[in-house]
């Protein structure tokens, strides 16, 4: 049987970090605590929430394919409906959520803000 060896988080206590969480959640904050199982507790965390916002639909569509001037109007309006409707992530709000535990399983990625010494 294995034994779980803690994480080395030490080098990252008490700094400004960033972490990408599962459903690209993004939460930045103070690491003030960590398990060997990587749970961890961030101090003043914010929660960068991401926004939605329709794409512009007009677009110039030529169509090449060997097709009656009926349908490719029809395709090409189809096209330019579907374009009109797709929505693209933009940067939105902040919302402050201060100190939380966050399960290990679902960080995805952890990088700090500051620059670490190399200890």
Not at 10 to 39: H, T
Not at 64 to 79: P, S, V, Y
Not at 95 to 117: H, T, W
């Amino acid at each position: 049987m294995s034994k779980t060896h803690p994480p080395e988080l030490k080098k990252y206590m008490d700094k400004q970090v960033d972490l990408k969480l599962n459903g690209n959640r993004i939460v930045s904050g103070i690491l003030r605590g960590f398990d060997p199982f990587m749970n961890i507790v961030v101090e003043d965390a914010v929660e960068n929430l991401k926004k939605m916002v329709e794409i512009d639909g007009s677009i110039d569509i030529r169509i090449t394919a060997q097709a009656t001037d009926e349908c490719q109007w029809i395709i090409g309006k189809m096209i330019r409906w579907i374009i009109g409707k797709m929505i693209r992530w933009i940067n939105g709000e902040k919302n402050e959520i201060g100190m939380v535990v966050i399960r290990g399983n679902s960080i995805v990625i952890m990088e700090p803000k500051e620059r670490l010494d190399q200890r």
